[in-house]
């Protein structure tokens, strides 16, 4: 397998996406709700993502637009164009919605829970098993588990004031993850309650 999972800051990214169908807004909607700047060529543009700041541009400029770019996004069911367009990207980042192992870049199915962001990738074997995968992910992680992220960063960004040696303070974050009464305190949903405790198990007063 000569994939390997990474994340890319999108913010102020220059993302140009042939086509604008099904799979093309998509792409779209995920590259704007993470600060990229979009630009389509194709037909038409949906409201949402006119509202979200795409532009819709023609396909007549499609060598300019890849130029302008930073990361190509082949979306189209026009094969010739498709492969100029792939031909001319070149050292650009590029993904392939239409063979996708003939890009760089793949934009798994992924999805949000709270702050955790999880991906999957099945290597293009299966786009269905990703999608079912990911509704048993779903179901087994609870509301306890995003409050504990949030605790472990709380406790995370005051040790790194107070603590000399991630050693020193990974050892801190696991005693504060088994810890009974800052579990207890996360089923009662009092997270103040936790934050206090934690303060005081780092200051040694408990």
């Known amino acids: 397998m000569d994939w390997t999972s990474l994340y890319l800051k999108t913010s102020d990214l220059n993302v140009f996406i042939l086509g604008t169908g099904e799979v093309a807004t998509r792409r779209a909607n995920k590259f704007l709700d993470h ?5 389509l060529a194709g037909t038409d543009l949906s409201n949402e993502l006119e ?13 300019e637009l890849v130029e ?18 792939a031909q001319i990207s070149g050292g650009k980042l590029l993904n392939r919605a239409d063979y996708p192992q003939e890009g760089c870049i793949i934009v798994p199915t992924s999805f949000n829970i709270g702050d955790i ?20 992910i779903q179901s087994i992680i609870t509301e306890e588990d995003i409050l504990k992220i949030e605790l472990q960063d709380y406790a995370r960004s005051i040790l790194k004031k107070s603590v000399d040696g991630q050693k020193e303070r990974k050892k801190y974050l696991y005693e504060i993850f088994e810890d009974e009464k800052i579990n207890e305190l996360i089923r009662d949903n009092n997270i103040d309650g936790a934050k206090r405790h934690i303060d005081n198990l780092i200051r040694g007063l408990e």
Request: net charge positive.
């Open 35 to 39: 600060g990229a700047n979009v630009k």
């Open 51 to 63: 509202e979200k700041g795409a532009v819709l541009c023609s396909t007549r400029d499609v060598d």
């Open 68 to 85: 302008w770019s930073d990361l190509v996004v082949v979306a189209s069911g026009d094969k010739g164009l498709s492969e100029h367009v």
């Open 117 to 136: 962001e999880i991906s999957i990738f099945t290597n293009g074997k299966s786009p269905l098993m990703a999608r079912q995968l990911r509704k048993k």
